[in-house]
C-alpha cells in the first residue's frame, strides 16, 4: 500500500496565517473566516514561498500556476489534451456529503453533475465520475479522453469493481444503488475512451476542480 504524501498548507488570509502541517490545523484557521484564502503544497519550502509570493498567482479562477516543477520536468510532461472532459469528485468528510461532475476541460463548461448524496467517499465519487463520464461519451460517441486525478478511480474502473469499505446503509442507498448501476455498466458496456491521470503539480488543479481541500 503506498504511503499517503505529506501536505503543507499555506493560509494567506485566516484566524492566523501561516503555513500549516496538517488539513486540521489549516482548517481551524479558515473555518468560519469569511474571504479566507489558502492552498496545499507538497513541500515546506513551496508553502513557505508561496506565503512569501502572496496568494495572487497561486490561486483564482484567472491566475497563471507557479509550478513547483523544474522546467524539464515541465516540458516532459507537455500540456494537457483539451480534446478532452475533466472530472473530480468533492467529499465534505469522509464519509460525508458528496458530489461529483464532469467538465470540458478546455472551457470548463460543466456537462454533468450529480450529488449531493448524503453519505459517500471522494474516492466513490471520482470512480462514479470516470464512468459516468464514459457513459457520456460512448452515447456521443466521442473520440475525446477523460483526465482524472485519482489513480485509486482509474485502478478500480480498470477491476470494473467499487472496492470501497463504506458500509452500506440507509443514509447511502441511493449512492450505491448508483454505483451498482456504475458496475454493472462496466461490466457490460465496451469503450475506447482513454482515461488519463490528470498531472496536478504541472498544471494546477482539475478543471473540475469543485474549490474546496
Aim: glycine share 8%; aromatic share 12%.
Amino acid at each position: 500500500m503506498s504511503k499517503k504524501r505529506k501536505k503543507y498548507y499555506t493560509v494567506w488570509k485566516g484566524h492566523r496565517t501561516g503555513v500549516f502541517e496538517s488539513w486540521d490545523d489549516c482548517k481551524a484557521q479558515i473555518k468560519d473566516f469569511k474571504g479566507a484564502q489558502y492552498k496545499s503544497f507538497s513541500t515546506f519550502e513551496a508553502a513557505k514561498k508561496a506565503l512569501k509570493d502572496g496568494p495572487k498567482n497561486y490561486i483564482g479562477k484567472s491566475k497563471a500556476l507557479i509550478s513547483e516543477l523544474s522546467e524539464e520536468q515541465l516540458k516532459k510532461i507537455g500540456h494537457p489534451n483539451f480534446h478532452s472532459i475533466a472530472v473530480d469528485a468533492a467529499s465534505s468528510g469522509n464519509p460525508g456529503k458528496m458530489e461529483y461532475r464532469g467538465v470540458d476541460t478546455k472551457t470548463k463548461k460543466q456537462l454533468f453533475i450529480q450529488g449531493p448524496f448524503e453519505e459517500g467517499t471522494n474516492n466513490i465519487g471520482e470512480f462514479l465520475a470516470i464512468v459516468h463520464g464514459l457513459a457520456f461519451l460512448k452515447q456521443r460517441n466521442s473520440d475525446r479522453i477523460i483526465y482524472t486525478d485519482s489513480k485509486t478511480a482509474m485502478s478500480w474502473v480498470r477491476k470494473k469493481a467499487c472496492n470501497s469499505k463504506l458500509e452500506r446503509n440507509e443514509k447511502n442507498k441511493a449512492l450505491f444503488e448508483l454505483v451498482d448501476r456504475a458496475v454493472k455498466w462496466l461490466k457490460t458496456n465496451n469503450y475506447s475512451t482513454t482515461i488519463v491521470k490528470w498531472e496536478t503539480k504541472a498544471w494546477g488543479e482539475i478543471p473540475a476542480d469543485f474549490g474546496r481541500k
